[in-house]
C-alpha cells in the first residue's frame, strides 16, 4: 500500500511539472508576441518569471517526483515517509506559483504584513523542499554515501558506475538545500550566505542540483534503458566537475574572476562529458524508442548552453546572448532530456486515448527542440518573428507533452 501511494503522488508531482512547463512557455510566447502586461522583466528580489517557471515549477517538480521512487530503490532502501510526497506537493508547488506571480509583477493588497507574494511563496517552498531533503535523509541515513546500491547481479558490471552516480546524490542534496535557504533569504531578507543575486540562486539549483541529479541518475539508467555500455572514463570525469563546477559558478558569478572561470570551464566539462556518454551509448544501442531522441537532442542544445557560458566566462556577458544561454540549459539541457526520459517510464505507445502514441510524442519533441532551435537563431539575429515562430512550436510541443503524460495517469488511475 505504501509503494503504491508513494507512486501515485510522485506521478502527481511529475503531473503538476507538466503543468507548469505549459504555463511557462505560454508566458514566454505571450513576452515574446508582446502581450500587454507580460514582458521578460524580473521581480523585486531579481527571480525572472520563466526562471520560476521553467526551474522551480517545472524541473525541480518533475525531479522530485521521480527521486522519491528512484533515490530510495538506488541506495537499496525503502522510502521513510510514504506520505511525504502527499505533504510536500501543495507547499512546493504553491511556493513556485506565488515565486512566479510576485516575479511577474503581481502585487495583491493584504499580503505586505507576510512579506508580499515572493516571501510568502518562499516559505512555502522551503518548507516543501525541508520535507523532501529530510525524508530522503532518513531514509538513506544508514547508507548514506550509496555503497549498497541495490544492483541486481545481472547488472553486476555497472555496480562500479552505480556506487560513482551514488556518491555524488549528497552533494546535490546540499545545492538544493543552500539554494531553498537563498531563495528563502532574497525573498525575506534574512542574511545570505554568499548570493547576492537571483541568478546565483538558480546555478545553485539548475547547474548544481537539477544538472548533478540527471548526471547520477542518468549514469544509472540510461545504459540500462538502452542496453548498452558506458565510457568509464567519462563518469570519473563528469561526475567530480559537475559536483564543483556549479558551486564555483555560483561563488564567482559577481566578480567573474577566476574562480566563475573555473566553474564554467569544469560545468562545461560536465555537460559535454555527459552528452559524449549519452552519444555513446546512443550509436552502441540496438534499441530505438522515441523518448531516446529527446535526450540526445537535450544533450545537443546542452553543449550550446555551456559554450555560450563558457564565452560569457572568459570575454564577458553579452547581454544579447543571455536569453539564448537561459533557453538552451533550462528548456533544452534540462528540459528536453526530462522529456526523453519521461517518456520512457510512461511509454505513450500504451496509452488508449485519442492521439496518444509515439508519433505524437515524437512530434512533441520534435516541437519543443525545432521551436527552441528557432527561438536561439532569432535571439542571436536579432530577429523577432524568428523568435516568435519558434516560441510558438514550444508552446505547442509542451502542450502535447502534458497532454500524453497527463492522459496517461488518468488512464491509470480509471484502470
Known amino acids: 500500500m505504501s509503494s503504491a501511494l508513494v507512486s501515485r503522488w510522485a506521478r502527481r508531482t511529475v503531473a503538476v511539472g507538466a503543468f507548469f512547463l505549459v504555463v511557462w512557455q505560454l508566458f514566454v510566447l505571450a513576452a515574446t508576441a508582446g502581450a500587454p502586461g507580460v514582458g521578460r522583466s524580473v521581480g523585486a528580489h531579481g527571480f525572472a518569471p520563466a526562471v520560476v517557471l521553467g526551474l522551480y515549477g517545472f ?7 521521480k527521486a522519491y521512487s528512484l ?28 515565486l512566479a506571480l510576485s516575479a511577474a509583477g503581481v502585487r495583491p493588497s493584504g499580503v ?28 538513506v541515513r544508514t547508507n548514506p554515501t550509496g555503497g549498497e546500491t541495490g544492483t541486481g547481479e545481472a547488472n553486476a558490471h555497472r555496480r562500479g558506475v552505480d556506487r560513482a552516480a551514488n556518491a555524488v546524490v549528497p552533494a546535490a542534496f546540499a545545492y538544493l538545500a543552500v539554494g531553498t535557504y537563498e531563495t ?7 542574511p545570505t550566505l554568499f548570493v547576492a543575486y537571483a541568478p546565483q540562486v538558480a546555478h545553485l539549483l539548475g547547474a548544481g542540483f537539477a544538472a548533478l541529479v540527471l548526471f547520477a ?13 558506458l565510457p568509464r572514463a567519462l563518469v570519473a570525469v563528469v561526475l567530480p566537475a559537475g559536483a564543483l563546477g556549479a558551486l564555483l559558478l555560483a561563488v564567482g558569478f559577481l566578480r567573474r574572476g577566476p574562480w566563475f572561470r573555473t566553474g564554467a570551464v569544469l560545468e562545461a566539462t560536465a555537460v559535454g562529458g555527459f552528452a559524449l556518454a549519452y552519444a555513446v551509448l546512443f550509436v552502441r544501442t540496438d534499441r530505438d524508442r522515441v523518448g531516446f531522441y529527446g535526450v540526445l537532442a537535450g544533450a545537443a542544445f546542452g553543449v550550446v548552453g555551456v ?6 566566462a572568459f570575454r564577458g556577458v553579452d547581454a544579447s546572448l543571455t536569453l539564448v544561454h537561459r533557453r538552451a540549459n533550462l528548456l533544452g539541457f534540462l528540459g528536453l532530456t526530462i522529456v526523453g526520459v519521461a517518456y520512457q517510464f510512461y511509454p505513450p505507445a500504451v496509452g488508449r486515448f485519442p492521439g496518444a502514441g509515439d ?10 527542440a525545432g521551436g527552441l532551435g528557432l527561438e536561439l537563431l532569432g535571439l542571436a539575429a536579432g530577429a523577432a518573428g524568428v523568435v ?20 496517461l495517469f488518468v488512464q491509470r488511475t480509471g484502470s
Request: aromatic share 12%; no cysteine.
Open 307 to 312: 559554450a555560450v557560458g563558457l564565452w560569457f
Open 217 to 229: 541518475v542518468g549514469f544509472r539508467l540510461l545504459p540500462r534503458f538502452l542496453v548498452a555500455s
Open 71 to 98: 533515490v530510495p530503490a538506488y541506495f537499496d532502501r525503502e522510502l521513510a515517509f510514504a506520505r511525504a510526497p502527499a505533504v510536500q506537493l501543495p507547499l512546493t508547488a504553491g511556493g513556485a506559483a506565488l
Open 359 to 368: 508519433r505524437a510524442a515524437l512530434a512533441s519533441m520534435a516541437a519543443l
Open 184 to 190: 528563502l533569504a532574497l525573498a525575506t531578507g534574512l
Open 388 to 407: 516568435l515562430a519558434g516560441a510558438g512550436a514550444t508552446a505547442a510541443g509542451a502542450a502535447a507533452f502534458a497532454y500524453l503524460v497527463l492522459g
Open 112 to 139: 505586505d504584513r507576510f512579506g508580499g507574494l515572493d516571501g510568502v511563496g518562499a516559505v512555502l517552498w522551503a518548507a516543501g523542499v525541508a520535507v523532501f531533503l529530510g525524508t530522503l535523509a532518513w531514509t
Open 59 to 65: 524541473v525541480l517538480h518533475v525531479v522530485f517526483g
